[in-house]
C-alpha cells in the first residue's frame, strides 16, 4: 500500500464523519458493515435475520431502521487530546420497537495497539530544544501520542468507546465479533492491532422495573417518617407558649419530629455553646463545601470528557492543589471532631450534676443514635431506589455496582467495619470516614476522662497515641510501597475501592488518627488558655503562622504530581511525607483556631460565625451521605462526553451543592434532628 492511501486511511480513521453512514460498503468505520457482518456471521438465526431485515430497511430508508444506523456512533475526533467516547444516542436506539425488532445500545471498546515508530534524524534537527517531553512534543510519532507507556497522569487514549444500536435478539458476543471483523480492516491496514470488547452488562434495551421487597420498604419507611413529621408538626402548631412543660412523656417524643421546631433551630446556636467557637460552623461548612467540589472533579474526570488534557495540565499547576489535595479537608472534620469533643466532655465534667457521674457509655449510645439512622437511610436508598432513578450508557457499571456492594455489605457499616472487611466493595464509597470516626470516638471519649481524672497518664498516653498515629502511615506506605497521598490519577478515578493506597492506607482508622487526636490535644490547651485572651500583637502571627503551614502542606502535593513526580520518589521520601503531612495539617487547624479562639481577631470570627452560615453547617453530615448519590446520577446518566474547564467546573459544581444540600435539609428534618433530640431527651429522663 502506498503512502497517499495509509495517510488517508489514518485520516479516516479520525475524521469520519456522519456522512460515513451513507456512503459505500467499502468505507471504513461503518456502522453498516457491522451490521452486515451480523447478518452473515456465525449468530444465531433470529439475530441474523433482523440483521438482514436491518440492513435491508436501511437502503429503503426506513424510519425504524435509520433510526438505529443514526443512534450509533462513528469514530470520535479529538483523540489525540483525551476525546475517547462517542456514545451515540442512547435514548434514540431504546426506542425503537416494531414488534418484531428492537433497539439494543452496546457500548464497546476499542483497544488500539499500534507502532511507535522513530522520529526521524531529520525531524529530530529540526526540533525546537523546549519540547522535552512527548506529550508536548509536535514531531513525535501519533501513535506515541494515543498510547500509554505508562504514565499515571495521562489519560487512557488507545480505548476508544463506540456505541452500536444492534437488534435486541444480537448477543454482545454478536456483535463483539461483527465489530472485530469491520474494524480491524483498518488497523491491520496501518500495521496496528485492535481488540474489541463489548460487556454484556454494558448491552441495555428498554427496561420495565418492577417494585421489590426493598422499594417496599424504603418507601413505608418513608411514609412513616413523613406521618410522624406531620404529626409532630401539627402538635407544634397547636402547642401555645408554656404548654411544653405540662406536656405528657409522649407528647414530648412527638413534638422532637416537628419539622417547625427542628427547622428553626438550624438557624440558632445551642444556648450552652462556647460564643468563641462559632467560628468552627463556618469552617465546617466550607470544609463540606470543598469535599463536594473535589468530588465533583473527580467523578467528572473519570467519565465521559471531552478534553481529560485539561486535567492532565492541572496536575503540574500548582493553582490547582487545593483541589488535587483536597482529601486534606477530611482530616479538617476529624481535627474538629477531636476538638469538640475534648472541649464538650471537660466542659460536663467541670460543672458535674449532682449525684450524676459522667460515663463513656450514654455518649457511645448518643453517637451511635447521633450517626446510624441517617446512615441506614441513605444505604437503604443505595439498594432500592438508586439504580431505577436513571439510565444511561455507563449506568450499568457506575450506579447498579453501588447499588450492588450494598446489598451485599450493608451489614458491615451498620457494623461500622466497612473500612477493614471487603472495602472493595465497601457500601457508599465515601462511607468510610463514618467507621473511623466512630472508632476514635471510642478511643478518644475515655481518653479524655482520663486526662481529666489523672493528668500524667492521661497526657502520656495521648502522646505515645500520636506518636504510634504517625508512625501507623510511615511503617505501611514503607512496607506496602504505595504512595505519599492520594493523587488523583486515572488508577484511583477508575477504581478507588482496589487503589493500593486508598484501601491500605486512606481508609483503615489506626493510619488517620493523627488529626483526631491532635484535635483532642488541641482542645485540652484551649480548656487549659480560655480564661487568658493572646494579646492583639500575638494573635495575627500566630494565625499567620497557621495559615503558612496549612498553605505549604497543600502546595506541597506538587512535589508527586505533573510528569514524574510520583516514580521519583523513594519508598523512604514517600512514606515520610505520607506519615507527616495530616499531623501538620491538624497542627496548622489547631494553630489557626487557638489564634481565632483565644485571640483578638474579631474579623475572622464574624465571617466565619455569620447567622447564614449556621444552618447550612448544620447539614453538613446530611450533604457529606447524599451528595455523592447526586454524583453518582450524574455520572451515570450521562449521554455524552462533556467539555471541562475552570469556571464549568465551578458552574457544576454549584449546582450540585444546591441539589445535595436540599436533600440534606430533608434528611435533617426527617431523621437527625428529631433522633437526637429523642436521644437527649432520654438520657434527660435517665
Not at 102 to 122: D, F, I
Not at 154 to 171: E, G, Q, W, Y
Not at 552 to 571: H, K, Q, V
Request: aromatic share 12%; with cysteine.
Amino acid at each position: 500500500m502506498t503512502a497517499e492511501k495509509t495517510r488517508l486511511l489514518f485520516a479516516a480513521l479520525f475524521t469520519c464523519g456522519l456522512t460515513c453512514e451513507f456512503v459505500s460498503a467499502q468505507d471504513f468505520w461503518s456502522t453498516v458493515r457491522v451490521y452486515e457482518r451480523l447478518r452473515d456471521g456465525s449468530a444465531e438465526a433470529e439475530c441474523r435475520n433482523h440483521a438482514s431485515l436491518l440492513v435491508k430497511s436501511i437502503q429503503n430508508a426506513t424510519y425504524w431502521a435509520v433510526k438505529m444506523l443514526d443512534s450509533s456512533a462513528n469514530f470520535p475526533s479529538g483523540v489525540l487530546e483525551g476525546n475517547v467516547y462517542n456514545l451515540g444516542d442512547f435514548d434514540e436506539c431504546l426506542s425503537v420497537d416494531t414488534g418484531h425488532v428492537r433497539g439494543r445500545y452496546c457500548l464497546a471498546t476499542l483497544n488500539l495497539l499500534g507502532p511507535a515508530s522513530p522520529v526521524s534524524k531529520e525531524q529530530q534537527k529540526s526540533r525546537p530544544v523546549h519540547y522535552a517531553h512527548r506529550a508536548l512534543d509536535p514531531y513525535t510519532n501519533a501513535w506515541d501520542q494515543i498510547q500509554n507507556r505508562g504514565e499515571r497522569w495521562r489519560f487512557a487514549r488507545d480505548a476508544i468507546k463506540l456505541a452500536v444500536c444492534a437488534p435486541k435478539s444480537c448477543t454482545s458476543l454478536d456483535v463483539q465479533r461483527a465489530m472485530l471483523d469491520v474494524y480491524s480492516t483498518i488497523t491491520a491496514t496501518l500495521n496496528a492491532t485492535l481488540r474489541v470488547e463489548v460487556p454484556e452488562k454494558l448491552c441495555q434495551t428498554k427496561q420495565n422495573f418492577e417494585a421489590s421487597f426493598l422499594d417496599v420498604l424504603f418507601f413505608a419507611v418513608i411514609g412513616i417518617l413523613t406521618g410522624t413529621v406531620s404529626a409532630g408538626t401539627i402538635l407544634d402548631y397547636g402547642l401555645k407558649k408554656g404548654d411544653l412543660k405540662v406536656c405528657s412523656m409522649w407528647k414530648q417524643i412527638l413534638l422532637c419530629w416537628s419539622a417547625r421546631k427542628n427547622f428553626m433551630g438550624l438557624s440558632n446556636m445551642e444556648k450552652e455553646s462556647d460564643t468563641d467557637l462559632n467560628f468552627l460552623f463556618g469552617i465546617r461548612l466550607f470544609s463540606i463545601l470543598l469535599v463536594i467540589a473535589c468530588h465533583k472533579v473527580g467523578f467528572t474526570t473519570a467519565g465521559p470528557v471531552k478534553n481529560p488534557s485539561f486535567q492532565e495540565q492541572s496536575f503540574s499547576q500548582l493553582q490547582y492543589m487545593p483541589i488535587l489535595h483536597g482529601d486534606l479537608v477530611v482530616d479538617t472534620f476529624f481535627f474538629l471532631a477531636g476538638f469538640l469533643l475534648t472541649v464538650g466532655l471537660l466542659k460536663a465534667l467541670r460543672r458535674p450534676i449532682s449525684g450524676v457521674k459522667v460515663s463513656v457509655w450514654p455518649l457511645y449510645l448518643f453517637r451511635f443514635l447521633r450517626l446510624t439512622p441517617a446512615y441506614m437511610l441513605t444505604i437503604l436508598f443505595y439498594m432500592s431506589v438508586l439504580p431505577k432513578m436513571g439510565s444511561g450508557p455507563l449506568w450499568p457499571v457506575t450506579v447498579v455496582p453501588e447499588s450492588e456492594y450494598c446489598r451485599d455489605n450493608w451489614w458491615l457499616n451498620a457494623l461500622y467495619l466497612n473500612n477493614y472487611v471487603h472495602v472493595d466493595r465497601s457500601c457508599i464509597e465515601q462511607g468510610w470516614y463514618i467507621p473511623c470516626d466512630m472508632h476514635m470516638f471510642v478511643v478518644c471519649a475515655p481518653l479524655v476522662l482520663l486526662v481529666h481524672r489523672r493528668p500524667r497518664i492521661g497526657k502520656a498516653l495521648l502522646a505515645t497515641l500520636i506518636i504510634a498515629s504517625v508512625l501507623a502511615p510511615f511503617l505501611t506506605i514503607w512496607i506496602r510501597d504505595t504512595d505519599a497521598m492520594l493523587l488523583f490519577f486515572l488508577d484511583f478515578l477508575s477504581g478507588s475501592r482496589v487503589h493500593p493506597y486508598f484501601s491500605a492506607v486512606y481508609v483503615k482508622s489506626h493510619v488517620r488518627g493523627s488529626p483526631y487526636l491532635i484535635g483532642v490535644l488541641i482542645g485540652l490547651i484551649y480548656m487549659s488558655k480560655r480564661q487568658k485572651r493572646l494579646a492583639k500583637a500575638n494573635s495575627l502571627p500566630l494565625l499567620l503562622i497557621g495559615f503558612a503551614m496549612a498553605m505549604a502542606t497543600t502546595f506541597s502535593a506538587a512535589l508527586f504530581y505533573g510528569n514524574e513526580g510520583a516514580a521519583a520518589a523513594s519508598p523512604a521520601a514517600r512514606a515520610l511525607y505520607g506519615a507527616l503531612h495530616r499531623p501538620v495539617w491538624a497542627f496548622a487547624l489547631g494553630i489557626i483556631v487557638l489564634a481565632i479562639s483565644l485571640g483578638r481577631i474579631g474579623f475572622m470570627r464574624k465571617v466565619l460565625s455569620w447567622k447564614p452560615l449556621v444552618p447550612l453547617s448544620k447539614l453538613s453530615y446530611g450533604a457529606f451521605l447524599v451528595h455523592v448519590v447526586i454524583l453518582w446520577y450524574s455520572a451515570g446518566s450521562a449521554r455524552e462526553a462533556t467539555y471541562n474547564n475552570t469556571f464549568i467546573m465551578i458552574l457544576k459544581t454549584m449546582g450540585d451543592t444546591a441539589v445535595t444540600f436540599g436533600a440534606a435539609l430533608l434528611l435533617y428534618l426527617s431523621v437527625e434532628a428529631p433522633i437526637r433530640d429523642m436521644a437527649k431527651l432520654a438520657l434527660s429522663v435517665r
